[in-house]
Each structure stands twice: as C-alpha cells, then as structure tokens.
C-alpha cells in the first residue's frame, strides 16, 4: 500500500513574505523577490534574516552581553563586516550614494554613516534635484538640514552653484542649523549679499574655504569672513566687481584682539606696573606682533578695481599664501607683485594672465622668490619675451603648467630652454605665439614625456615635424589634448600617425 503523500512543513511567512521580513531592510515589491526555496533574496546585505546573517536586534544582544546564535557556515558578506571596514566601504562610494541611499538600506547602516568624518552636499545631485529646483528657498533649507541631521559627526561642504534665485533667507536658515559647514561654493549666486556672507562668518565658524565667484558682494563681506573665521585657508571672490580694497590690516588686527584680549591700564596691567615699579621687577614684555591670516590660497580674477595696496597689505599679511590667482587685475604693476613673491615665498602656482602692465622684471622677480613653482600661467602679458622665460627654466625646475598665450615676443629660444630644465612639464600652452617654429615643439617632445596637453593655436610656422615628434616621444598625448595642429601647415595624414594610434 502506497504511502501517503507528505505536506512539506509551511515556511515560515517571515522567508516567504518580503513584506513582513523580521528584519528592518528595504525589500522590494516584485514577487520575484521571492525565489523558489522560499528566500528572500531583495540582496542577502539588505535582508540578514532570509541570508541568515545577524540583524540589528542579535547586534544589540552581542553589544550588551547576551549570547547570540549564529550560523557557522554563513557566507561572509558586507553585512557581517565590523564597524571599521564597512565605514571605510562608505568612505569609497559616491557622495550621492551615501547621502541617499545608505542611510536608509537599515539601522546597522544608518548607524555606521553616522561616524562618516565628511560629506560634500552638491545640490545638483540630491535626489529629485528637479524638485528641488523648483521648491521656494524655504523648503531648500528645510531639504538640506533634513539630510544634514543624518550626519550628526561629519564635516559638510556646501555646493550651491548656479541657483541663482538662491536668498539671503536661504543661507542664513541653513548656516544656523548647520554650524559643521566646513566649505560653502555660492558661485554664480546672484541673489545673494552681505547678509548671507555675515550669517555664515556668524554660524559657521569652522569654515576653511568659501567660493564667492561672481556675487554681487562688497568689501564688507570680504573683511567679515577674513575677521570672523579663524580657519580660513581658501578664498574664491571671482568677477566680484564691486571688490576693491578690503583692509586686510584691520581683519589681522581683529582677529589678534580676539585670540589675544589686552588688558586695560586701569585694570590688572595696571597693578602689575605698580608692583614692578616697587619691587624692581623688569617690566612685562610687549604684546607679540599681529599673526598673518591662515589664508593659503586666494582668487580674485577679474576683479578690475582691485588697488596694488591690496595686493601689498596680502603680501604682508597673508605669508602662508600656496596659490595665488588674480588675472585680468588690469592695474596691478610690477611692484606690488614683486612684494608679493618676496613675502610668500611657498607659492606654487600664480595665475596673471591679461594684467597688461606687467614686464619681465615682474617674471624674474616671481622666479628668483618662488623657486618651487609648479604652475606659471602668465598668458596675454604682452610686454613679455624669452627673459622671463629662461629665468624660469633657470629657476623652477618643478614646473608641470605653463601658459605663454599670447605672448608674441617668445620665440624659440625660450621654450627649448623651458623643455630642457623642466622635464615635468604635463600642460604647455603657447596660443599665438608667432615666434615658436618646429624647434621649440620638438624640443618639448623629447625633453618632456609627461605631456598631456599642448595648445599651439595660430602658430603658423609649425609643420608635421612638430606632430611627428609628439607622436613619437609624449605617450600620454593625444590628438585631442593637442589645439591647433593641423590647421596649418599640417597634414591630415600625420594626425593619424601610426606610432601612436590613440592619435586616431
């Protein structure tokens, strides 16, 4: 007698049903979630229970001393991962990602994103950046501080460029509920004046580096950021017409008062002197001299009324300065640079471009003072020639940027000299330069192999010998990092240079 058919044991729902899952993880709402052993496989680290690893529950067991079963076979996987190293798998994903989905995967993660040390909140990629575009400035904030409270330990860095409607009310809500804002980009914000640049010196004394490209700003802001956050580092004021000579005296001498409170002499000064004048105690000694600004990095291109006496009081008080941009400042001279490179001595990269006043003393000055610089970019200064440039190659040995745009006085003589002392050169441009023929080019290709763009726009004389020896000797340039070969004078036949075939 045959025996009965047996009733395989009911699954438990819990296995079954991705929507009634013991744990706290997302599933989704496809029947496929579902396989046909009864898992849920909504991803094994998003559902410990059906993948049999530990859930938060047995995690808060282990944490305060019960014991905890677990399976001996389990795979390992990212969800059994100790605190440390999932953190440092968060570390590695994109900002976007940790902001909008890892908090909300489960409590374990949520807790770990908890310690991340920094985040970079871009605007442009929150998730319905649509929405957010379109949603009134008070809702903004209210976007931002939401997804700011899931990250109570990190530093934030603000990115809002280009919302141009973007209100004082905005940033003022958003610097009072965000004190950790480390860095703030309000480029091409319109919209915004003093009043938001005071409330962020106010709320967020943490900040090292604000970029104010483009803001319809004064003087005023500049010295209430320069006077009220002492971690300032780096300062972007791009285009910002209405700049023109902030007094950076006054902002050291602010922020020494408040480092360094002094004593009034009717106060505890003045019962010290009375009793070194009784007992022949030397007197205190004077109060030490103003610190300069932490300042290491400054932009204030274009800015076309900036005075050479700002230029003079940075130099004086701003020594720290690494980088240091100020193109199309079309009355800076010569004088007020020479200054700056003799008392900031650690540049590495200085951008003048279209400051049509300076000459090659300027050029010989920056290179006798600043011998580590890296990147030079001294295009469109007319008045320039081969002087300045066999000073730098004398000079600076490290350079890896140069720009000699528009310089028609260059010529040949200069840039071999360049290519012959400067062998990690990676980023050349030489637009208009008339005077640079086939010799220069080919002395940059065998002398530089690290070339990764070169611009020789309208620089007629050059022929395929140029193109012909980039392709040979610059394995990492290609036709497209090379503007203006081919043009003239070179054929179609050598771009395509079989050497090199990524110059296809």
């Known amino acids: 007698m045959s025996q009965p058919p047996t009733t395989p044991p009911p699954t438990p729902r819990s296995a079954l049903d991705p929507f009634n899952c013991a744990c706290d993880a997302p599933h989704s709402n496809n029947s496929d979630a579902v396989d046909q052993s009864g898992h849920c496989y909504a991803l094994s680290l998003l559902c410990p229970v059906a993948a049999g690893l530990p859930t938060d529950s047995s995690r808060a067991a282990v944490d305060s001393g019960q014991a905890a079963e677990e399976p001996t076979d389990s795979p390992v996987t990212v969800y059994r991962l100790p605190h440390e190293l999932l953190l440092r798998v968060f570390l590695e994903l994109e900002h976007g990602t940790v902001l909008a989905i890892v908090p909300l995967v489960c409590s374990w993660w949520r807790a770990v994103s908890r310690d991340i040390p920094a985040i970079v909140l871009d605007l442009t990629l929150l998730p319905r950046a649509a929405g957010f575009r379109r949603a009134s400035n008070d809702q903004r904030a209210e976007m931002i501080t939401g997804v700011v409270r899931r990250f109570p330990r990190a530093e934030i860095v603000l990115n809002a460029s280009g919302y141009a409607d973007l209100s004082d009310t905005f940033v003022a809500a958003v610097a009072a509920q965000c004190p950790r804002l480390s860095g703030v980009m309000l480029r091409e914000c319109t919209a915004l004046t003093v009043a938001a640049v005071d409330a962020l010196a106010t709320h967020c004394p943490r900040m090292t580096a604000v970029d104010l490209g483009y803001c319809v700003v004064t003087d005023a ?27 950076i005296a006054t902002a050291v001498e602010h922020r020494h008062t408040i480092r360094s409170p002094r004593i009034n002499a009717g106060g505890a000064a003045g019962i010290l002197r009375g009793v070194a004048e009784e007992s022949d105690v030397p007197p205190l000694p004077p109060p030490p001299p103003p610190r300069g600004l932490p300042l290491t990095a400054i932009n204030l291109s274009k800015c ?122 990676a980023i050349v441009s030489i637009n208009w330069c008339g005077g640079v023929t086939d010799v220069g080019v080919v002395a940059l290709a065998e002398n530089c192999p690290l070339l990764q763009s070169l611009s020789l726009t309208n620089c007629h004389s050059l022929t395929d010998t140029s193109s012909t020896a980039l392709a040979k000797h610059c394995p990492l340039l290609t036709a497209e990092k090379v503007a203006g070969l081919g043009f003239r004078g070179v054929s179609a036949d050598t771009m395509r240079n079989p050497i090199r075939p990524l110059w296809v």
């Open 221 to 247: 802001a500049i010295v209430a950021l320069l006077t009220r956050l002492p971690r300032l580092k780096r300062l972007n004021a791009e285009r910002v017409a209405d700049i023109t000579n902030p007094d």
């Open 304 to 425: 076309e009324l900036l005075s050479n006496q700002f230029v003079l009081a940075l130099a004086q008080h701003c020594t720290r300065l690494t980088s240091v941009t100020l193109d199309w400042c079309t009355t800076l001279l010569d004088a007020s640079i020479i200054t700056l490179t003799e008392q900031c001595s650690q540049l590495t990269e200085i951008s003048l471009r279209g400051n049509q006043l300076l000459t090659d003393d300027c050029v010989e000055a920056l290179a006798r003072n600043c011998p580590n610089l890296a990147a030079v970019l001294i295009g469109w200064i007319w008045m320039l020639t081969d002087k300045s440039v066999l000073t730098l190659a004398a000079k600076c040995s490290r350079l890896t940027t140069v720009d000699l745009s528009g310089c028609a006085s260059i010529t040949d003589v200069g840039i071999v000299a360049l290519a012959q002392t400067s062998p990690h050169l």
